[in-house]
């Protein structure tokens, strides 16, 4: 709640205790003039003399009472790092106790701009079947922006009826089932909300949109699927309106929010691309977040379903914007993706009057943050600092970071006991470093401040930005703003990421996409049993083309008895059978998931091959009566035999990157020399292997290990090491190129990444 304007403002008593030689300004904690002042209005006035303490005291009101009512507010996030600092994260189990704090209170006109790539869980479901944008994300900010105010204007809610009605309305909107519910009573009984104990209005708005849900087909059918309920809402809030931003609005409105305060970034589907250090791009925002790459990654590219356009209420709000920030979240799936949206960069770059800042992530995060491009921070090549962070924002936004913002708050780590630190490194959980120096030569100025709560640390024994920390730093940033002086400018080198728009060549939805796979797979020869898990693996690798199944008959499990494939080569157990074209997969195999993926997965990718093997022989090398060996040989189809995937051209190139040795004098014949007794993964088990490795390394081990060596800083002392390395890039990027035909320019490696 704002306090009562005091006579002076911020900037007269800054300027007025700043005249002095010696200032009381000295006697707070050292940092810039931000920094004291955010320190001053959170922690309150140090010991002084009573008339120094008399004149900090003041300024202390003047700042924690700034008129911020018509202060007009743009965040841009997603997820909980934007829910957070809205107005608390509503997912956690205690945000009923204190609901009504956050930037959304001190300053009422705030909005929200969400992003809308999150393909996993409820909103994976959806996407499955509904023509819609991801919900999830919109839903979590859509809760946390409920205004005590808000409720006491349209339902006369007060004090403890407000907190009860937000707790009703955490429980709706939080509830999750497994199994499918029977009836709108069966599903509220379940979440243990009574509708009838909401004020009429929103009793009944929220009433007709769970009837909708079972009534609706499209809805119904969902009710089958494990779901969060409140993106069930938010899903019928849309049908019924037949419109995005009009069925957000009408649930914002029905549950005490502002009508416009969750606007989502697009109305365009859209998913997510990932370019890693090492060259392998895949796509989907869940699947990116459970990945352990091992390698930085380069850029992301959110690729549309449709020409994209950004929704004219987030353009306008963005334009008559006095305070523009970005939330502290995931850096490549929540911030990037809304400014890839065509026109939000230049519309944030074109308001030349706002106050800009950005709220630096606290954690580096697993698979996307934890590994650094070494920018040239010594002290430790792999920690992720605040420079990182902006460097990654400037290589991956159109046109880079300049004019996006001028100031980075960060949290302060310097007064948080090492244990918890240490608790938090048990979890690989380590911070994001400021590098204050080199932040301020690439012309931002960074701002460290408390922005944790101490009962948080004391109580829980947890690190986290305090919503009611961070909107009373903002406050004092507003407070100041006149103070601040001229930005500096960005002093990044380069034009920042490219402004060309990624289109999908297919023009298809998520739930378009998810029909193709089915259909698709309706056409082959597969047992029922297998449709269902069959189609969840195509979802999740977004990045298999349905011309992969091309060369595929069918998929057969089989039984222990019928299996009489050698395991000389290997001991998986799949393979793809060129001769009446079905992948086969033991049939004890199946109730493991992970194992039957992977198993489908190299299947299907020795499947590209097709018959291209007219003959395969091992012999043995002597010499002197000695055993040296033995040379694999291979002998191709001719071209007008061949079925394959790839053209003549495409298969030598891979039987070269294997090191496979094309005959002078007989183009089809290829030969290996082995020495010994040493391993050989013979061309078509590997590129097996490697097609599921570039997918999921996570269950390759044997691919994973090879491709290691590429992660080994190269001493320059060993031109062998150079080679294979080079030689693994190459296969990476037959891979990304030729395999999944990922050809346009803008999906390369920068040209930095070099790995061999």
Same mark, same amino acid.
């Given at each position: 709640m704002?306090?009562e ?8 008593l800054?300027?007025?205790? /700043? ?8 006697l ?7 920094e004291? %002042? ?12 009573a008339s ?5 005291a ?5 700042l ?15 997820g909980?790092?934007?829910?957070n ?14 609901p009504f ?9 705030t ?18 079947e ?6 999830g ?9 409920i205004?005590?105010?808000?409720l ?21 909107f939080?509830h999750r ?9 069966? #599903? #509220? ?5 009574n509708?009838?104990?909401l004020p009429?209005g ?28 409140g993106?069930l ?8 309106? =037949?419109? !995005? ?7 914002a409105?029905l549950?005490?929010?502002?009508p ?19 060259g392998?791009?895949v ?9 352990r790459?091992?390698?930085p990654?380069?850029r ?8 994209? =356009?950004?929704?004219?209420q987030v ?40 106050l ?10 697993a ?11 010594g002290?430790?090549?792999q920690?992720?600092h ?5 460097a ?15 100031q ?13 630190l ?35 640390i ?6 986290q930005?305090?919503?009611?920390s ?9 407070a ?13 080198s /380069?034009?920042g ?8 060549p ?5 739930s ?16 029922e049993?297998?449709?269902?898990? #069959? ?15 091309? /060369?595929?008959?069918g998929?057969?499990?089989?039984d ?5 494939r ?15 074209r079905?992948?086969k ?7 493991e998931?992970?194992?039957?993926e992977?198993?489908l ?7 590209? %091959? ?6 395969k ?13 033995? !040379?694999?040989?291979l002998?191709?189809r001719?071209?007008?035999?061949l ?5 003549p051209?495409? %298969? ?5 990157l294997?090191?496979? &040795? ?12 082995v ?17 599921a ?7 390759v ?9 590429? &992660?080994?800083?190269?001493?320059? #002392? ?7 390395a080079?030689?693994r ?26 790995? /061999?």
């Open positions: 704002n306090l304007p005091f006579p002076l403002s911020a900037n007269e800054i300027s007025r205790l /700043g005249d002095a030689r010696f200032t009381l300004l000295d707070l904690p050292e940092g810039d003039l931000a004291k %002042l955010i320190g001053l209005a959170l922690s309150g006035v140090p010991p002084a003399p120094m303490a008399t004149e900090l003041c300024l202390t009101m003047a924690n009472g700034t008129e911020t009512k018509d202060a007009r507010v743009v965040v841009f996030g997603g909980t790092g934007l829910s600092l809205i107005g608390g994260d509503s997912r956690n189990p205690l945000w009923p106790n204190d704090q956050g930037l959304k209170e001190v300053f009422p006109q909005q929200a701009v969400v992003c809308v790539t999150d393909d996993g869980g409820s909103s994976g479901e959806l996407l499955k509904l023509p819609l944008i991801a919900l994300d919109i839903r979590h900010v859509l809760l946390s922006s205004r005590q105010e808000k006491h204007e349209q339902y006369g809610l007060m004090g403890r009826e407000a907190l009860r009605v937000s707790a009703a309305l955490h429980q709706l939080n089932f497994e199994t499918p519910p029977s009836s709108p009573h069966a #599903l #509220l009984g379940d979440a243990e909300v509708l009838a104990a009429e929103m009793g009944h708005g929220l009433a007709s949109l769970i009837e909708a849900i079972f009534r609706e087909p499209q809805l119904r059918r969902q009710l089958s699927h494990p779901h969060c309920l993106n809402l938010l899903a019928a809030a849309i049908l019924s309106e =037949q419109e !995005e931003m009009a069925g957000i609005s009408r649930l409105g549950i005490g929010a502002n416009e305060a969750v606007l989502p970034c697009t109305t365009t589907p859209a998913r997510l691309k990932v370019l890693y250090g090492n392998v791009l796509s989907g925002e869940h699947k990116s977040g459970t990945a790459r091992g390698y990654v380069d992301v590219f959110v690729e549309f379903a449709a020409p994209p =356009q950004a929704p004219p353009l306008g709000a963005i334009a008559e914007a006095d305070i523009i920030l970005f939330a502290p979240g995931s850096l490549f799936t929540s911030i990037v993706p809304i400014l890839q949206v065509p026109g939000i960069a230049q519309a944030i770059r074109d308001n030349q009057g706002a800009k800042m950005l709220v630096a992530n606290l954690w580096a995060q698979g996307e943050t934890d590994m650094a491009h070494g920018n040239g921070n002290d430790h090549p920690r992720f605040v420079s990182d962070l902006l990654a924002y400037h290589r991956n936004i159109p046109g880079g970071v300049r004019d996006l913002f001028a980075i708050l960060v949290l302060g780590l310097r007064d948080i006991p090492g244990s918890i240490q608790s938090y490194a048990l979890e690989n959980k380590v911070p994001i470093y400021l590098d204050r120096d080199k932040v301020r030569a690439m012309g931002f100025a960074p701002i460290e401040a408390r922005l944790y709560a101490q009962a948080d004391e109580q829980r024994g947890v690190i930005h305090d919503p009611a961070l909107a009373a730093a903002v406050r004092v940033m507003w100041i703003r006149d103070s601040l002086g001229e930005a500096q400018g960005c002093r990044l /380069g034009k990421g490219g402004t060309e728009v990624l289109l999908d297919l023009a298809q939805t998520a378009q996409r998810f029909a193709a796979i089915r259909e698709r797979l309706r056409t082959l020869a597969i047992g049993e297998l449709h269902p898990a #069959l189609a969840e693996i195509f979802w999740r690798h977004g990045d298999i083309p349905l011309t992969h199944l091309d /060369g595929v008959a998929v057969v499990l089989l222990r008895e019928e299996w009489a050698t395991l000389e080569w290997d001991t998986i157990l799949s393979f793809y059978d060129p001769v009446d079905l992948i997969i033991r049939k004890d195999v199946f109730p998931p992970d194992k039957f992977v198993g997965l190299i299947a299907l990718g020795q499947s590209l %091959l097709g018959n291209y093997a007219e003959e022989r091992r012999l043995p090398v002597e010499r002197d009566g000695l055993p040296l060996g033995y !040379e694999f040989r002998v191709l001719p071209e007008e035999e079925r394959s995937f790839f053209s051209t495409e %298969l030598a190139r891979f039987l070269e294997v090191r496979m &040795r094309q005959a002078a004098n007989a183009p089809c014949l290829y030969t290996r020399l020495n010994g007794d040493e391993g050989f993964t013979p061309p078509g088990l590997l590129f097996g292997l490697t097609y490795w570039y997918l999921d390394n996570r269950h081990c044997h691919v994973e290990y090879k491709m290691s060596i590429n &992660r080994m800083m190269s001493c320059g #002392l060993i031109p062998e090491q150079q080679r294979v080079g030689r890039q190459a296969m990476i990027d037959f891979f990304r190129t030729v395999v999944f035909r990922y050809t346009a320019a803008q999906l390369q490696p920068s040209a930095d990444q070099g790995l /061999g």
